[in-house]
């Protein structure tokens, strides 16, 4: 019975001990994995790529911008991802824990090793073993050891080497060694991956997650007053880390900050107020911006301590460890005068308009407010390419289908601001208003209208752009500027051809004058081009289901493909002249005389009804022109407290050093054998050898000069 629990208790022994090799076994291994050079790289790769997907993909923008550009299906898998905040994602903050984690442990592992190995003189050699040595010489000097030890020394310290005599039997060994500071840029380059990554944890948002998890902390996702909103949702002033921006107009302080969140914003307190005095742009002579700076007043929270400051870009203001940047400027609510035209119907009388940026204003129009205008956005310079391309796109030759013809004409008509060019012409061609049409059901259409006309293709117009949804590029209507410069005439015409009464009057004033009364027995004829130039009057004005080209297109689809060619010719002779008559009779019904025939006013026409046709994709109720403004800009302020900043300055210099030091500073260890020789009394047997870690031209060179002063003696005799 003693002898079978003695073989259990040994048997439990036995097996606590292998489980305790096993314990230790895992755990060495665990940490020769973490600490290996392969395992750093990996992480170092994953952070390089997170750092450029963060470079390339814009950070911390609101959700929708995302949504419009990625589609649904990738806006909800780069979510899952975390790419919309890279650097403050979990996985991308873990990475970096384990970075720290591998560098540190590299280091506890091998720099023990290397300092005392910068301190050793590697003095337990034997001469045998300096004669493997690859860099090795060997001779006989006719000076005593003694002397042959002193003159050694003295001439291995003249190249910069520390020099140790060591007495061995019957020989004293010189061991010498010179560049052992390369090992401190081993020690300085990992020690400064572990600084520069814990200064970028210090400033990454894990502090605002602490007080998320802890206190409750939660984002703000609603509107109001920042003055109204909840503590839960505001950091206070003992925030150690953050990064957030402030919009301040002109004439109004902030002492706040707005940190971007995934699902809302957090509030971040400041202990000072600023207050903006003045905002400053300058320009370049195309009209590019040059200069952004800020007049600000500080006023600290605590003591009501004020004092000026101007804040630029690149030259920020630091106050109680809290740096302010001038990020870049908005609308700080400029206020906006404008005038409204009608675009349907045959009204033609305007009323004024005004309104705020980032406020919006009643539509009143026809008796009811159907509309809201909402202010988006408003611009006091806009920098355009006005360079011409080759070939006039407006052009609409005969030998293409009528189809294609209008076509081309309506997507010319439709476009950018300014055609692309090869040729670049910037030039500043004055303010624009940005504002959204909404409708009683919350439909919205936006607008980008220019306050002054531009010239484009040789002709000057006034551009309304319109877009359907954001992620759009406007399409311009080009309304082109009568002989005052203003837009008078075109919303004239478009009146009058919204009219039937005039469209009758012009209709006939066009047959008596293409078919005059003195010709007798064409009385039918003159009726028919009568009710032809009324019935492209109608079809043009929309009195179908379409207007403009298209409306014509359509009707002249019902003609014989072989006769459509000579028709279209036809029609469009007979609308572009009732379309002259058209204009007369709406001017003399305004008490104004007739136009002259000119080219002038024939190529206002041509725009004009050119412009017309495309008024049908605008589908506005009515046009709005800014006539005055006040601007009121805003600065917008990035507003940040990184204790890291310091830490990762030093990390950075560490990095310099440990490079340098790699690269530049080579070791050497130098070892002289010196005995007595064997065959002749009086006379020195010495042996050589040079080593390093890095074998390269100057080393070789290096040895061969060494070498050769060492050997310098008075007699010397080569072994």
Same mark, same amino acid.
């Given at each position: 019975?003693?002898?079978?629990?003695?073989?259990?208790?040994?048997?439990?022994?036995?097996?606590?001990?292998?489980?305790?090799?096993?314990?230790?076994?895992?755990?060495?291994?665990?940490?020769?994995?973490?600490?290996?050079?392969?395992?750093?790289?990996?992480?170092?790769?994953?952070?390089?790529?997170?750092?450029?997907?963060?470079?390339?993909?814009?950070?911390?923008?609101?959700?929708?911008?995302? %949504?419009?550009?990625?589609?649904?299906?990738?806006?909800?898998?780069?979510? $899952?991802?975390?790419?919309?905040?890279?650097?403050?994602?979990?996985?991308?903050?873990?990475?970096?824990?384990?970075?720290?984690?591998?560098?540190?442990?590299?280091?506890?592992?091998?720099?023990?090793?290397?300092?005392?190995?910068?301190?050793?003189?590697?003095?337990?050699? =034997?001469?045998?073993?300096?004669?493997?040595?690859?860099?090795?010489?060997? &001779?006989?000097?006719?000076?005593?050891?003694?002397?042959?030890?002193?003159?050694?020394?003295?001439?291995?310290?003249?190249?910069?080497?520390?020099?140790?005599?060591?007495?061995?039997?019957?020989?004293?060994?010189?061991?010498?060694?010179?560049?052992?500071?390369?090992?401190?840029?081993?020690?300085?380059?990992?020690?400064?991956?572990?600084?520069?990554?814990?200064?970028?944890?210090?400033?990454?948002?894990?502090?605002?997650?602490?007080?998320?998890?802890?206190?409750?902390?939660?984002?703000?996702?609603?509107?109001?007053?920042?003055?109204?909103?909840?503590?839960?949702?505001?950091?206070?002033?003992?925030?150690?880390?953050? =990064?957030?921006?402030?919009?301040?107009?002109?004439?109004?302080?902030?002492?706040?900050?707005?940190?971007?969140?995934?699902? *809302?914003?957090?509030?971040?307190?400041?202990?000072?107020?600023?207050?903006?005095?003045?905002?400053?742009?300058?320009?370049?002579?195309?009209?590019?911006?040059?200069?952004?700076?800020?007049?600000?007043?500080?006023?600290?929270?605590?003591?009501?301590?004020?004092?000026?400051?101007?804040?630029?870009?690149?030259?920020?203001?630091?106050?109680?460890?809290?740096? %302010?940047?001038?990020?870049?400027?908005?609308?700080?609510?400029? $206020?906006?005068?404008?005038?409204?035209?009608?675009?349907?119907?045959?009204?033609?009388?305007?009323?004024?308009?005004? *309104?705020?940026?980032?406020?919006?204003?009643?539509?009143?129009?026809?008796?009811?407010?159907?509309?809201?205008?909402?202010?988006?956005?408003?611009?006091?310079?806009?920098?355009?390419?006005?360079?011409?391309?080759?070939?006039?796109?407006?052009?609409?030759?005969?030998?293409?289908?009528?189809?294609?013809?209008?076509?081309?004409?309506?997507?010319?008509?439709?476009?950018?601001?300014?055609?692309?060019?090869?040729?670049?012409?910037?030039?500043?061609?004055?303010?624009?208003?940005?504002?959204?049409? =909404?409708?009683?059901?919350?439909?919205?259409?936006?607008?980008?209208?220019?306050?002054?006309?531009?010239?484009?293709?040789?002709?000057? %117009?006034?551009?309304?752009?319109?877009?359907?949804?954001?992620?759009?590029?406007?399409?311009?209507?080009?309304?082109?500027?009568?002989?005052?410069?203003?837009?008078?005439? &075109?919303?004239?015409?478009?009146?009058?051809?919204?009219?039937?009464?005039?469209?009758?009057?012009?209709?006939?004033?066009?047959?008596?004058?293409?078919?005059?009364?003195?010709?007798?027995?064409?009385?039918?004829?003159?009726?028919?081009?009568?009710?032809?130039?009324?019935? *492209?009057?109608?079809?043009?004005?929309?009195?179908?289901?379409?207007?403009?080209?298209?409306?014509?297109?359509?009707?002249?689809?019902?003609?014989?493909?072989?006769?459509?060619?000579?028709?279209?010719?036809?029609?469009?002779?007979?609308?572009? *002249?009732?379309?002259?008559?058209?204009?007369?009779?709406?001017?003399?019904?305004?008490?104004?005389?007739?136009?002259?025939?000119?080219?002038?006013?024939?190529?206002?026409?041509?725009?004009?009804?050119?412009?017309?046709?495309?008024?049908?994709?605008?589908?506005?109720?009515?046009?709005?022109?800014?006539?005055?403004?006040?601007?009121?800009?805003?600065?917008?302020?990035?507003?940040?407290?990184?204790?890291?900043? $310091?830490? %990762?300055?030093?990390?950075?210099?560490?990095?310099?050093?440990?490079?340098?030091?790699?690269?530049?500073? =080579?070791?050497?260890?130098?070892?002289? &054998?010196?005995?007595?020789?064997?065959?002749?009394?009086?006379?020195?047997?010495?042996?050589?050898?040079?080593?390093?870690?890095?074998?390269?031209?100057?080393?070789?060179?290096?040895?061969?000069?060494?070498?050769?002063?060492?050997?310098?003696?008075?007699?010397?005799?080569?072994?």
């Amino acid at each position: 019975m003693s002898t079978s629990n003695n073989e259990i208790a040994g048997n439990d022994i036995n097996t606590a001990g292998i489980q305790l090799k096993t314990s230790r076994r895992w755990l060495a291994d665990a940490v020769e994995l973490l600490s290996s050079m392969r395992f750093a790289i990996s992480l170092l790769t994953i952070i390089a790529v997170a750092s450029v997907i963060g470079t390339v993909l814009k950070q911390n923008e609101p959700m929708p911008n995302y %949504v419009n550009q990625f589609g649904p299906f990738w806006f909800e898998v780069f979510g $899952k991802l975390g790419l919309y905040a890279v650097y403050s994602s979990w996985w991308f903050l873990l990475i970096m824990t384990f970075l720290v984690i591998s560098t540190s442990l590299c280091i506890a592992r091998n720099a023990p090793k290397m300092l005392k190995d910068m301190r050793s003189w590697r003095e337990n050699v =034997r001469e045998q073993s300096l004669r493997n040595f690859h860099h090795k010489a060997e &001779w006989i000097s006719p000076t005593a050891p003694a002397v042959l030890t002193g003159q050694l020394v003295a001439r291995i310290a003249a190249k910069g080497y520390k020099t140790k005599l060591v007495a061995k039997d019957n020989a004293t060994l010189i061991t010498a060694k010179q560049g052992a500071a390369n090992k401190w840029g081993y020690i300085f380059a990992h020690s400064a991956i572990v600084i520069i990554c814990i200064g970028g944890l210090l400033d990454s948002d894990l502090p605002i997650r602490a007080q998320q998890w802890i206190y409750g902390k939660t984002p703000f996702n609603g509107s109001g007053i920042i003055a109204d909103i909840p503590a839960e949702h505001r950091l206070g002033l003992g925030n150690p880390t953050f =990064r957030g921006n402030t919009l301040i107009p002109e004439g109004s302080a902030s002492s706040t900050a707005i940190i971007p969140q995934k699902d *809302g914003v957090m509030i971040q307190d400041l202990p000072f107020t600023i207050q903006l005095k003045k905002f400053i742009i300058d320009f370049y002579s195309t009209g590019m911006p040059k200069l952004f700076a800020s007049e600000v007043v500080i006023r600290d929270n605590a003591d009501g301590h004020t004092f000026p400051a101007t804040i630029k870009v690149n030259q920020p203001l630091i106050y109680k460890g809290i740096a %302010v940047y001038q990020s870049s400027f908005e609308d700080g609510g400029s $206020k906006l005068r404008l005038t409204a035209y009608p675009m349907s119907g045959a009204a033609e009388t305007t009323f004024p308009v005004s *309104g705020e940026v980032n406020g919006s204003t009643p539509l009143a129009y026809n008796g009811n407010n159907d509309y809201t205008i909402e202010w988006s956005g408003f611009r006091p310079f806009n920098v355009e390419n006005m360079a011409q391309s080759g070939d006039d796109l407006r052009a609409v030759t005969k030998s293409k289908s009528l189809n294609q013809r209008l076509s081309d004409d309506l997507s010319n008509h439709l476009g950018n601001a300014a055609k692309s060019a090869v040729k670049k012409d910037l030039r500043n061609v004055g303010p624009s208003v940005q504002y959204k049409l =909404r409708d009683k059901t919350g439909q919205a259409r936006e607008f980008s209208n220019y306050m002054q006309s531009i010239k484009v293709d040789d002709a000057y %117009v006034f551009l309304a752009g319109v877009r359907d949804t954001p992620d759009e590029a406007f399409r311009y209507l080009r309304i082109p500027a009568d002989d005052e410069d203003s837009l008078q005439e &075109w919303m004239r015409l478009r009146a009058a051809l919204m009219s039937p009464e005039l469209r009758t009057a012009a209709a006939h004033r066009y047959a008596q004058r293409a078919i005059p009364e003195s010709r007798e027995g064409i009385a039918t004829l003159r009726v028919q081009l009568e009710q032809s130039a009324l019935r *492209g009057l109608s079809l043009f004005a929309g009195d179908g289901k379409e207007a403009g080209y298209m409306a014509i297109s359509r009707f002249l689809e019902q003609v014989p493909q072989q006769e459509q060619e000579k028709a279209a010719d036809i029609f469009m002779k007979i609308l572009n *002249g009732s379309m002259w008559d058209l204009w007369q009779v709406a001017r003399e019904k305004d008490g104004l005389k007739e136009m002259p025939a000119d080219d002038k006013h024939a190529r206002f026409l041509q725009l004009s009804t050119n412009a017309l046709s495309d008024a049908s994709f605008y589908n506005a109720p009515v046009y709005l022109q800014m006539t005055g403004f006040d601007e009121i800009k805003a600065s917008v302020f990035q507003v940040t407290r990184s204790p890291g900043k $310091k830490v %990762v300055y030093l990390g950075c210099l560490l990095l310099v050093l440990g490079v340098f030091s790699m690269l530049y500073v =080579r070791e050497r260890r130098l070892w002289v &054998w010196i005995r007595p020789d064997k065959d002749a009394e009086g006379q020195s047997h010495a042996l050589m050898a040079l080593s390093s870690q890095r074998k390269t031209l100057d080393f070789e060179k290096e040895f061969d000069v060494l070498k050769t002063q060492l050997m310098q003696a008075e007699a010397p005799g080569k072994v």
